[in-house]
């Protein structure tokens, strides 16, 4: 399945992407979706209930230097987990997750610490468990794309995932 076929794709960035695993035949594929699906959480639920793969799918998703958001779809479950709430006060996307997860946006006062929000078990059958991701979502000497390329690789999929990208940054 290639969603750059479905809508047009614009400028993807190391620092801006959004990239959908699966499983087929027992082999992790990846995907790159296109920019103006990512805007949105809707968007990115909407894209995953595309994907083939039978165990559901998983998008990770890099929004600048600041945060990263995993949602994870399968049949008519959905988890979502956003590395750090305080994202919200200045992205849509964040405060979509918050919104999606009934979860308030935090106050200025509120804003001194990174903070993940949502599903923490949503890579713990795929190896990753609630520690690990909270401890990767609060590293501050790691950039969103960084952590996000150590689950793929932790998950099984990294090698997919650097392909998917490599793809995208060579068009």
Excluded at 19 to 40: H, I, K
Aim: charged share 25%.
């Amino acid at each position: 399945m290639s969603f750059g076929e479905e809508v047009a794709m614009t400028e993807v960035t190391s620092s801006d992407f959004c990239v959908v695993g699966y499983r087929e035949d027992d082999v992790w594929e990846a995907e790159v979706l296109p920019v103006a699906v990512t805007e949105s959480l809707d968007g990115i639920i909407h894209a995953l209930r595309q994907v083939p793969g039978i165990g559901g799918a998983l998008a990770m998703t890099a929004v600048g230097d600041d945060f990263f958001v995993l949602v994870r779809v399968a049949g008519n479950h959905v988890s979502v987990f956003l590395s750090d709430l305080t994202a919200s006060v200045d992205w849509p996307l964040a405060r979509e997750v918050l919104e999606y997860l009934d979860i308030p946006i935090p106050y200025d006062e509120e804003l001194d610490q990174v903070l993940p929000a949502g599903d923490l078990s949503i890579l713990a059958d795929l190896g990753v468990d609630e520690m690990e991701l909270c401890a990767l979502s609060g590293d501050l000497d790691l950039f969103p794309d960084e952590v996000l390329e150590s689950l793929a690789r932790r998950i099984g999929f990294g090698q997919a995932f650097e392909r998917a990208l490599d793809d995208v940054a060579g068009q």
